[in-house]
């Protein structure tokens, strides 16, 4: 059983559409995040849930939007996409109160023409 | 803000050579440190981690040792291999209440027969 999944792996899209990825993590952690690897391999946060509550929001354009509907279950919903928008797209998990930092998802890589 | 600098790569080594890739970090306090490897095409893979200064972190004959007094965690291994080929990252990341995980830039890592 892969402990944090995402689907798609890959998506090609046009410029303008609305897309959703979704995450899944059957670890019990209650904590979920969502980062962006540009082309360069730089990792960046995007949101941190915990328990279905936003923690953290980073500087990201509000044409992505999270949604946690329990805590095993990240989905990142973007709309109106944009080229710089490709990327690969990592899910996460984590327990909190557990400083053993972050089981990752294999990432959805993203492109937009 | 808290970062993480790596040495710049690619580093290309022969095989059985000795490996050092540099990591240094700012903070105000003491944060867990960790490594992280990412194979072509996967998601990122915990390495090792350490959690406290004069910690030393293993595993598959890496180790980096945390070291307060230069604010460094430097990754090292003895022997690399061809399967040692991948993008080495260095984060770290704050006790409970601040679980962001700060990556530095990785280092890609290349080992020749």
């Not at chain 1, 990201?60 to 690969?88: C, Q, W, Y």
């Not at chain 2, 700012?26 to 004069?54: C, H, I, M, N, R």
Request: glycine share 8%; net charge neutral.
């Amino acid at each position: 059983d892969t402990a944090v999944s995402q689907t798609p792996k890959y998506l090609v899209t046009q410029m303008g559409n609305d897309k959703s990825i979704k995450c899944e993590q059957n670890l019990g952690h209650d904590t979920m995040y969502w980062y962006k690897q540009d082309s360069k391999k730089f990792l960046k946060i995007m949101f941190s849930y915990n328990n279905k509550e936003l923690i953290i929001n980073e500087t990201v354009p509000n044409r992505f939007s999270p949604k946690s509907p329990d805590k095993a279950h990240l989905n990142l919903h973007i709309n109106s996409l944009e080229l710089g928008d490709s990327a690969v797209y990592f899910c996460a998990s984590s327990q909190r109160q557990f400083l053993d930092g972050y089981t990752f998802g294999s990432g959805t890589r993203l492109t937009v023409v | 803000g808290d970062s993480v600098t790596q040495m710049e790569g690619p580093v290309t080594l022969s095989e059985e050579a000795f490996l050092t890739i540099n990591c240094t970090y700012t903070a105000t306090g003491y944060p867990s440190l960790f490594w992280y490897v990412q194979y072509p095409g996967e998601g990122l893979q915990l390495l090792l981690k350490a959690t406290k200064a004069d910690d030393k972190g293993s595993n598959k004959g890496f180790e980096a040792t945390y070291r307060k007094e230069t604010t460094s965690f430097h990754l090292e291994k003895g022997s690399v291999q061809v399967s040692d080929s991948a993008v080495y990252f260095c984060a770290l990341m704050f006790d409970f209440g601040n679980e962001k995980l700060t990556f530095g830039t990785g280092t890609r890592l290349t080992i020749i027969p």
